[in-house]
């Protein structure tokens, strides 16, 4: 089997423009397991296959999170165990140990209890575009409503949200010049963000509430308290991972129905039809896979479908990929809101690392989606959609939308 393919290039440049769907079928159906090169850092070795991405995902002996984190770039020593300090990048039995830690904030309680609240948060969000001709989506719709879930999960007062999404924007967006002010930038944001929350573990010390802030400040790991900079970077991960990812599904949720109107004359003549919102929800997941890729590193020398890995080396799967395999989803590239089953992995292979977020990201998705359907039926593009510069975070920018037609 070829393991390298010339005009394959799956970097930053790429994802600015459009999700590299012909480059993947490509290599899914020539080299599935590809060497690619890096610029700046050592290459890797890409997987596109569906079945090859959620065996990897859930064998973290033989391709782990740790050793190399989750992210392409290289780092040095201190880099690296900065990093594995957030729930992202360990393995198990540390990995499960802070997991179950975190979880305390994901009881069915208090899940329960957010889901409950989001229609009105939907609502109040929708109402503020009343009377509106032409909005930017992304900024007044998308990004809002994970923005106040999220706060409201953690504890950050409201009026807050926006200090959260200048942070999360410049934290994961240093690739996209938009986002990165100047090279140092994103460190100004992590320091920021770090000394937010160090003022909240002064106030949740002296002040207990019922968030997650609380619950972290306040738990034992094997005995220990956790430390202000492991609480530093368990807050970034939640406020990262909770605002951006289901940002941008809510973002290419309504551009997928922008380009295709029949599907939302589907969607908005069936509004009540919760069966059907709830696989639509799904499909918007398959579709909008808001990470492209996660990266592991080999443990021991092994295989993958047949291709030699060494030890050490870089292997990263493209969910992206997995999610239009021909040979898991009929007609892949069809977007069908009644696709059942659909067992995209969209929130992980699979394994240790499945999303804490899922079911809260599901259900801001299908209400924010239906609300906003239900009231602008006839929304349609009032321009080009702007993507963000990642090869990391599957972003959509800007999608300045018509509210009216």
Not at 279 to 287: D, K, M, N, P, Y
Request: some cysteine.
């Amino acid at each position: 089997m070829s393991n390298t393919l010339d005009g394959i290039d799956l970097l930053e440049d790429t994802w600015a423009t459009a999700v590299p769907h012909d480059q993947f079928d490509r290599l899914r159906r020539e080299a599935p397991v590809h060497w690619h090169e890096h610029p700046e850092w050592e290459g890797f070795w890409a997987v596109t296959r569906y079945d090859d991405v959620r065996a990897i995902s859930r064998d973290h002996q033989t391709f782990s999170t740790e050793l190399g984190t989750t992210f392409l770039q290289d780092m040095d020593e201190i880099g690296l165990e900065l990093t594995r300090m957030t729930l992202l990048n360990m393995d198990p039995p540390k990995h499960s140990r802070y997991r179950r830690l975190v979880s305390a904030g994901f009881t069915p309680r208090m899940i329960g209890r957010l889901i409950d609240h989001i229609g009105e948060q939907a609502d109040g969000i929708l109402d503020a575009l009343e009377g509106r001709d032409e909005i930017e989506f992304v900024e007044e719709v998308a990004c809002e409503l994970p923005l106040q879930v999220i706060c409201e999960m953690i504890g950050v007062p409201n009026e807050d949200r926006h200090l959260i999404f200048d942070w999360s924007n410049r934290l994961v967006g240093m690739q996209d010049p938009d986002f990165r002010t100047s090279d140092e930038d994103g460190q100004i944001a992590a320091a920021e963000i770090y000394a937010y929350c160090e003022a909240m573990i002064a106030d949740r010390t002296a002040n207990p509430r019922d968030d997650i802030m609380t619950a972290l400040v306040q738990a034992e790991v094997d005995g220990d308290r956790l430390s202000t900079q492991e609480l530093d970077m368990f807050f970034v991960l939640l406020c990262v991972a909770g605002n951006e990812t289901t940002r941008n599904l809510i973002a290419h949720s309504l551009q997928v129905l922008l380009e295709y109107p029949e599907v939302k004359a589907d969607l908005v003549a069936n509004i009540d039809d919760d069966d059907l919102w709830v696989s639509a929800t799904e499909e918007f997941l398959r579709w909008g896979s808001a990470i492209h890729n996660f990266r592991r590193t080999a443990t021991v020398d092994t295989e993958i479908a047949g291709q030699p890995i060494k030890a050490g080396e870089k292997v990263v799967i493209y969910y992206a990929s997995a999610n239009r395999d021909p040979e898991h989803f009929a007609d892949p590239d069809v977007f069908d809101p009644r696709r059942t089953p659909n067992d995209h992995v969209t929130f992980g292979g699979g394994g240790a690392h499945f999303c804490l977020g899922a079911n809260l990201a599901r259900a801001e998705i299908k209400i924010m989606m239906r609300e906003f359907l239900r009231r602008f039926p006839n929304v349609a593009p009032a321009g080009d959609h702007r993507r963000m510069r990642s090869d990391f975070v599957n972003g959509i920018k800007h999608l300045p939308v018509r509210l009216n037609g």
